[in-house]
């Protein structure tokens, strides 16, 4: 079996971290997000992963390779020239996704959740039908396009945004074809959710199964630190071996083993610590990610907040509400960050008050 991953462009919604490297490779809960699809798709023989990336491609390729060899698993590149939309790239893709005659995942690549895609394999093919997209719950489905369905999972109709309730259920952004969709396909720039899905829902090609458990698109900061939340409280019943706990931790945290953590700190709930980070004593940590290489200086308050790879915070500072630093970042001591986006390489010598 294969499967497609829409990387897209150039993740601007995640900047200022995706300055540094394409979105898919930006580490979320310690590992680079597109690792999370990747290594779940294995897991149920998916033999060749397609991307379809239109920004730095070789980057993406150079930090994949050992990756591939690891899991065992060919990772190829569609490379598009001109953005392509959502179903375009499929269209691209064409030749390697319809090799086999199997069907084929497609997935979003900002997508993080449970991945079940054996339960999704076996729905699929028991429908018959051409495709099968997941769907998750929503509180407040007026934001969203809803998903209508049968009690057979059969999708009666897509409503935009519905001022009146239809249902709560949205697309996922996680999907399974038979290789006859790419007969409705052409490389050129299409939405598959406004041009090709309500097509397939009206001639009766197209089912939903319901996604149990968390999801969250993490595609920018807010959503990002939110998955991140619901990933490790998600962890303490799946993985729990991977989760940090002890005197001065509030769980879920996951710190990497080669984290040097100063006397007198309290980290957590909902923090990712990766690898060769300094968090200084008494640094207070709360609803953040810490990538690779950052310090976090005693005294410290962090709180929703992404700090970039190699960067600093000094002595005393607060920091919060969804400030990001970018790569090598550095903040003076005792100064105080609201909602502050620093750009890569920049040193921060006054507070940011407002966002």
């Not at 079996?1 to 971290?17: D, E, H, N, Q, S």
């Not at 397939?200 to 939340?229: I, R």
Request: charged share 20%.
């Amino acid at each position: 079996m294969k499967a497609l991953i829409l990387v897209g462009g150039f993740g601007t919604r995640l900047r200022p971290l995706t300055l540094s490297v394409p979105k898919p490779i930006v580490e979320f809960a310690n590992k680079a997000m597109i690792l999370h699809q990747i290594e779940a798709l294995c897991k149920i023989g998916v033999s060749e992963v397609i991307l379809a990336v239109s920004y730095r491609p070789q980057h993406m390729s150079s930090y994949l390779q050992a990756h591939e060899q690891r899991l065992g698993i060919k990772i190829s590149y569609s490379h598009e020239k001109e953005p392509l939309g959502t179903a375009g790239p499929l269209g691209l893709a064409r030749e390697l996704l319809n090799s086999d005659g199997e069907p084929f995942f497609v997935l979003n690549s900002d997508v993080i959740c449970d991945f079940p895609f054996e339960k999704l394999l076996k729905f699929h093919k028991a429908h018959g039908a051409e495709g099968t997209i997941m769907v998750t719950k929503v509180e407040e489905p007026s934001k969203y396009g809803v998903v209508v369905a049968d009690d057979s999972g059969k999708i009666m109709r897509f409503v935009e945004k519905p001022q009146v309730f239809v249902g709560n259920k949205i697309n996922a952004g996680i999907y399974i074809f038979n290789p006859q969709i790419l007969d409705r396909i052409e490389a050129k720039p299409t939405s598959i959710e406004k041009e090709i899905f309500p097509v397939m829902a009206s001639q009766g090609q197209l089912f939903c199964l319901p996604l149990d458990g968390f999801w969250m698109d993490v595609g920018q900061p807010k959503d990002f630190l939110a998955g991140m939340s619901l990933y490790l409280n998600s962890l303490k019943t799946t993985a729990p071996e991977l989760l940090k706990t002890g005197p001065g931790f509030i769980p879920p945290v996951m710190v990497d083993a080669s984290v040097v953590i100063g006397e007198g700190c309290l980290i957590g709930p909902n923090v990712t610590i990766g690898p060769h980070c300094t968090i200084q004593p008494g640094a207070r940590l709360a609803n953040t990610t810490v990538l690779e290489g950052a310090t976090i200086g005693s005294n410290a308050w962090v709180k929703s907040s992404i700090i970039g790879w190699q960067s600093s915070i000094g002595k005393w500072v607060r920091m919060e509400n969804t400030s990001v630093l970018g790569e090598d970042v550095h903040v003076a001591d005792e100064l105080y960050i609201n909602g502050g986006i620093i750009l890569p390489h920049k040193t921060v010598n006054s507070s940011i008050p407002e966002p």
